[in-house]
């Protein structure tokens, strides 16, 4: 009795006994299914949203359609069950629920002059933002990320207070009997021969018609002081550099050309809030790290 598939169409000798679900090759064998597979390059999944014709219908397509539509449904209900639904703007005229202690961290960061906007919580960087305000103390403690530019470094200090100099903030790092791993010293080396003297401590900032660019800090001022006029997104980056490389950096423009200064893991970060707000904005970024206490 001919089988009614007809001969395989991978050998062409023997009578098929399956049919692809996916590409609809017929085969005899399962040597036959592994070499269609591989010459065709096909999963052997059929394709759930192909267009199957009104006549080729039959019960079981139309079942398969309908645990399509059910998976679809029950995708939709987890979904609006998600806890992270609330820390993302749907519509424009939606506005995000802050959590109290981050709520008053920005009224603080704002009293002193600083604009502090915050990524979607599910966001790594959100996540691991270890910046506090201490009602008590009426102290903020920042989460510092510094990056050494020439040394290919990037560190974190956590719960640094604010009224901490940028210079007392760099001795940890610009001492070489510092507590920092062997590897690390090694690689700062040319900061630690520069010490101080040698060495500048920037920020990015947003400044209107100009795109973002870089400023200078003063050194043996605050970081109350030196975080002023500035806006920060979720902790302060400073990009640690040699003084000889200052001049590089505040000459630099972002507008008009791709930002050298910026990680490609940043750069990846960043590109998921489009289509995404800020908890603070009216319309409408994580590197690897060593992390330091």
Not at 18 to 39: D, F
Not at 110 to 123: A, C, D, E, Q, S
Not at 129 to 153: G, M, P
């Amino acid at each position: 009795m001919a089988s009614r598939l007809g001969l395989c169409n991978v050998c062409a000798e023997k009578e098929a006994k399956y049919k692809c679900p996916a590409c609809e090759v017929k085969s005899c064998s399962l040597s036959c299914v592994n070499t269609h597979k591989e010459e065709r390059d096909c999963n052997g999944l059929r394709r759930r949203l192909k267009m199957i014709p009104k006549e080729d219908m039959d019960n079981l397509t139309l079942l398969s359609d309908y645990r399509f539509l059910e998976e679809i449904d029950h995708k939709l209900e987890t979904n609006l069950r998600n806890p992270l639904r609330r820390h993302t703007i749907q519509h424009r005229q939606e506005k995000p629920k802050l959590p109290f202690y981050l709520h008053r961290l920005k009224n603080e960061a704002w009293r002193r002059g600083t604009t502090l906007r915050y990524l979607p919580r599910h966001f790594s960087t959100s996540r691991n933002n270890s910046t506090r305000f201490l009602y008590k103390e009426s102290l903020i403690r920042w989460q510092v990320q510094l990056i050494f530019h020439q040394a290919d470094v990037t560190l974190t200090a956590h719960s640094v207070s604010e009224k901490l100099t940028v210079n007392k903030l760099l001795a940890r790092y610009l001492d070489p009997n510092s507590d920092l791993p062997d590897d690390i010293k090694e690689k700062l080396a040319h900061y630690h021969s520069a010490s101080f003297g040698g060495v500048s401590a920037l920020m990015k900032t947003d400044v209107q018609g100009e795109g973002m660019v870089f400023q200078e800090l003063f050194p043996h001022k605050s970081l109350q002081l030196n975080f002023a006029n500035k806006t920060v997104i979720e902790h302060p980056i400073l990009y640690v550099v040699l003084k000889h490389h200052v001049v590089a950096y505040l000459e630099y423009q972002s507008i008009g050309h791709d930002d050298i200064f910026q990680d490609s893991e940043v750069a990846k970060e960043i590109s998921k809030c489009d289509g995404l707000s800020y908890f603070d904005a009216d319309s409408d970024c994580d590197m690897e790290e060593q992390e330091v206490d």
